[in-house]
């Protein structure tokens, strides 16, 4: 298995559990990116919960800042990581919007976020 979807599935199994779903992201590339654990969790804090209002995925917004940080900006591959996330999840990228699709076809939210983790970590390591 993937040692970065490895590390993610240990930070949300952790009891209690205190990472959202961009911090983790966020600190499972932080030796990648040469920063330290608390300021990867200070970044991704406010993303989760789809910026704690709904909005885009924590999980996809977090992945977008750690390909940032790779040195990875081209619209075109942006375009198609946010494409191919979309498509796996009936075009949705807002964390609400997924929630209730998921909860529609009776998921549950840590589930599906641990899920929504795995996937940005792939597709991060794909690019």
Same mark, same amino acid.
């Given at each position: 298995?993937?040692?970065?979807?490895?590390?993610?599935?240990?930070?949300?199994?952790?009891?209690?559990?205190?990472?959202?779903? #961009?911090?983790? @992201?966020? /600190?499972?590339?932080?030796?990648?990116?040469?920063?330290? !654990?608390?300021?990867? +969790? =200070?970044? &991704?804090?406010?993303?989760?919960?789809?910026?704690?209002?709904?909005?885009?995925?924590?999980?996809?917004?977090?992945?977008?800042?750690?390909?940032? #940080?790779?040195? @990875?900006? /081209?619209?075109?591959?942006?375009?198609?990581?946010?494409? !191919?996330?979309?498509? +796996? =999840?009936? &075009?949705?990228?807002?964390?609400?919007?997924?929630?209730?699709?998921?909860?529609?076809?009776?998921?549950?939210?840590?589930?599906?976020?641990?899920?929504?983790?795995?996937?940005?970590?792939?597709?991060?390591?794909?690019?």
């Amino acid at each position: 298995m993937n040692k970065h979807v490895e590390k993610a599935k240990e930070l949300r199994n952790a009891t209690p559990m205190v990472h959202n779903c #961009a911090q983790t @992201i966020m /600190e499972v590339y932080a030796d990648d990116l040469g920063i330290n !654990k608390e300021l990867a +969790n =200070h970044l &991704g804090c406010n993303f989760g919960g789809g910026m704690k209002c709904g909005s885009v995925c924590g999980a996809v917004t977090s992945a977008l800042m750690v390909l940032g #940080a790779k040195g @990875i900006v /081209e619209p075109s591959k942006l375009n198609a990581f946010r494409k !191919k996330i979309a498509e +796996n =999840h009936d &075009g949705y990228l807002n964390c609400v919007d997924l929630l209730r699709a998921n909860a529609a076809k009776g998921g549950d939210k840590k589930t599906h976020c641990d899920h929504m983790i795995q996937e940005a970590i792939e597709i991060i390591d794909e690019m």
